[in-house]
RNA sequence: AACCCCGUGGUGUAAUGGUAGCACAAGUGGUUUUGGUCCACUUAGUCUAGGUUCGAAUCCUGGCGGGGUUGCCA
């Protein structure tokens, strides 16, 4: 009886808080997440998971996981386990309550029977382009099929020989009896069955006639005693069809289909079509490439199911059809990540220095905070040698004025380690800077000074006798412009640099880095992922992402 | 020129007839052994025209804009 005024409640939890209390139902609530296994998981489905199972455990319901497979041609149970790997990677459990649609098969053949008794179902012998014919246009209302007064006999001996296989794919349908001048293309008599002499990936071969999604979803959604049906509003259309059904095959419960905008990201395409394009014609390494928007791909990029969840619970539930920005996205796997992941020296592009007043031979091992935002997590040893590498982003020759790192006579502090000046610039024949000569002051060992005398930069640092040495791609976008989703010509906009490979230098604290992508939050730092990915790997921080940042704001002046 | 849905800062949202608020992004400043984090501040919004009302982002009507719908896909 808690009244929660001060917590603003989406569309959809005011529905469902208002059957609760009104005793529909008998106050249960039960949801259901119902993915075609065609394909992986990307992050619009992590919107529909969670708000599928959150409004199920807010309202202590449950939520099941029903595999829609009702199109034998385009399923695959490799996608099956995909599916439930990612959904539970997320962080959410269906128990016991694992479906597939075509668990129903048996029970939409009766359904389909008790159509056909009531008059309400017809076979139908028009070809796929007379149907089309038939049906009419968005402004002129369709024609009815000559064949839509066969007797209730007639039509369930036509159905019964569907089903035993007598004829051909495309040669038959059963179609619903609604009506063909309906201003919704949806109810001018759509099919209910298809025959497809297919091979399913759990049936096998017993069927050969397939129920359409119209008629299977609904009622499967009834079967289960679903409550609210939620779907994405690309299915607002179909609602009065999936009333239609329940009520004409008169099935029980009948449960409420509630519509939410998808999820659109900035800089992302999202539809399984393209996805599966860019799989299929190897632009990407599969759908956990760390640059895919799939669950996997996100994995293997370091998020975290948390980042993912927190997102989504932001953006809301609206009927507003939306681009978001990937930005906030981001944002929510900075913030996660900046309280808990370990942190570890990193150096991409590396810069020879040379501590003149360090003698050759000595490690001195230095004391290095794992994680600042969080003291727990202790601390490890570094080694520091007189050859180090730091990044040569981090060096300027000739800096320009808010430039507060390493250049000629300049002083800078190695992170842990001491604050080191730079005496001499050594080149190559071409010019270009090959090393530099620098000489650190022992008194600063730890980073801070006795004499009180400040330094404006921190930089990171590795020993070149110790450093760990591995290549990584970094990982910037996919895509180079706003919403390659709108664009036609799509997939020339991929962007090169995110195939670019690079070589990291980090700390002897890590036993390799594996080849696998960097991924690059300007400001925050990098952080390496791969295919056995956890939350335990370290943020490869500062460096890189903080000189690009710099070097980006420069540009815009 | 059909039907349905949706229009609140750049983006995502809150306010359900009573002070337009939050977050991200952008910008400024401060703290800082990550140019990160954290803190403070700034910029910026109810598509439009009428109507109802003491009072409208909210209710009504028209316009405009965006999206969806013409699979034997889901």
Redesign the pocket.
Known sequence: MSEEKNE????IR?IVTEDVKNGKRDGQVVTRF???P?GYLHIGHAKAICIDFGIAKEFGGVCHLRM?D??PT?EDVEYVDSIQEDVHWLGFDWGENFFY?SYYYDKLYEFALELIRRGKAFV?D???E???EY?????EPGKESPYRNRSIEENLDLFERMRKGEFP?????LRAKIDMAD????MRD??VY???HAHHHRTGDKWCI?????F??CLSDSIEGITHSLCT??????RPLYDWFIDAVGAEPHPQQIEF?RLNL?YTVMSKRRLLELVNGNYVNGWDDPRMPTLCGFRRRGYTPEAIKKFCE????????????I??L??CL??DL?KRAP?VLAVMNPLKVVIENFPEGDVDELEAIN???DPSQGSRKVPFTRNIYIDRNDFMEDPPK????LGPGREV?L??GYFIKCNDVIKDADGNIVELRCTYDPE?R???APDGR?VK???HWVSADHAVEGEARLYDRLFSVENPGAEKNWLELLNPDSLEVKKIYVEPCLAEVEPGYICQFE???YFCADKDYTQEKP?F??SVA??D??AK?QG?K
């Open positions: 603003p409640l989406d569309f005011s119902p993915p075609e065609n829609d009702t199109n385009k649609a139908c028009l070809t796929a007379e149907v089309k049906r009419g246009t968005l402004t794919d495309g040669a038959k349908t201003p919704n293309i949806h759509p099919a298809r025959i497809r397939y129920p359409m999604y119209d299977a979803h509003l690309e299915f607002e259309i179909h905008s900035t932001i953006l809301g539930i609206t009927k507003t059809n939306s681009l978001s920005d930005a906030l981001e944002h900075r913030d900046n942190r994680n600042p935002e808010k430039f507060f790192r502090r992170r842990y600063t730890g980073g801070s400040k930069g921190t930089i400001r925050q730092g943020v921080n500062r903080l000189r940042s710099w704001a815009k």
